[in-house]
């Protein structure tokens, strides 16, 4: 049985709604355990808009603490709901890394409300590395969905910044911690492509320097420690090619747009590199339909099977 803490994310989003659901479909595997982390009002509030309020009382919680009453509203982007998020995370984080649990996964977050509760914030990643005590360079994101698995360089900076941390290092960095996620859900020898930087890889050199000074020295390194790379490519070509087990992304939307063009609400996302497995949705927490009962659970779903080994 694996052991895993769900954090309910933002409690003003779909997050507490679709907490509810998964662990409804989950009801009777007994492979998989899952603790909740996170406001009970918030769950309250879901379970009375969904009508899951069996799956309520059967809930294992390690309640955090709830939102003041004008803030704990649907859809509404506020600084405690943010620090919520946050908190219910950490929470779930620091559990997994004394041994308590196997994974996490964490629910849709609103970095918008994150922000505003004044919290150092770019993605979960950059979570799991403060609470875990390492460089926020050196936990990636990996997207899985659609039949393609893709870790990224870089992630929520703009593309200037971006630009200037991406070196060989941080190139080798996230491909490897990609390769120790594909082999650990069975690939033995991952097939790797390395995206380019600039359309076409730089044609040369023709549209810039960026990828025979920063991507082509990381494949021959990488090449040198034993990786079945090819690259850099046009990422264009590459994922029409669909030859490969594992793609690096240099940059968020190079990674972000296949994934979800393909999965669009059926995406998992995996933080790797901090030694905690952190999964969450590869989606938000679509504020504009919180409350309503509509939100599909299968992006945390798929996270929670993931995860555990699953699927």
Do not use: W
Request: aromatic share 2%.
């Amino acid at each position: 049985m694996k052991r895993i803490a769900l954090s309910v994310g933002d409690p003003n989003g779909i997050g507490p709604e679709i907490v509810l659901k998964a662990i409804q479909a989950l009801q009777g595997d007994e492979r998989v355990h899952v603790t909740v982390f996170g406001p009970a009002g918030a769950l309250e509030r879901a379970a009375a808009a969904t009508g899951t309020q069996e799956v309520l009382r059967g809930l294992v919680l390690h309640p955090t603490a709830d939102l003041p009453g004008d803030a704990a509203r649907f859809g509404a982007v506020k600084a405690e709901a943010g620090a919520s998020a946050v908190a219910a995370a950490t929470a779930a984080i620091r559990a997994c890394q004394a041994g308590e649990f196997d994974a996490v996964v964490a629910g849709p977050h609103h970095e918008t409300a994150i922000h505003l509760a004044g919290i150092p914030f770019s993605g979960y990643p950059s979570l799991v590395a403060r609470v875990c005590g390492q460089p926020e360079d050196s936990v990636f994101l990996m997207l899985v969905g659609g039949g393609l698995r893709i870790v990224h360089v870089t992630l929520h900076e703009s593309v200037a910044a971006a630009l200037a941390r991406i070196r060989p290092e941080l190139i080798v960095a996230a491909t490897q911690a990609g390769l120790r996620a594909c082999r650990a859900m069975g690939l033995a020898q991952p097939k790797v492509a390395l995206f380019g930087i600039n359309p076409h890889a730089s044609e040369g050199t023709l549209f810039g320097p960026e990828d025979s000074e920063r991507v082509l020295p990381a494949a021959r390194r990488l090449r040198e420690l034993g990786v079945d790379v090819d690259g850099p490519q046009g990422a264009d070509v590459l994922l029409a090619d669909r030859r490969h087990d594992l793609y690096v992304a240099m940059l968020h939307d190079q990674g972000h747009i296949p994934i979800k063009l393909l999965a669009p609400q059926g995406a998992s996302a995996l933080s790797l590199g901090a030694g905690v497995m952190l999964a969450s949705t590869g989606h938000g927490s679509a504020m504009d339909i919180a409350g309503t009962g509509t939100a599909r659970p299968d992006a945390l779903l798929r996270s929670l099977r993931l995860v555990a080994g699953l699927s």
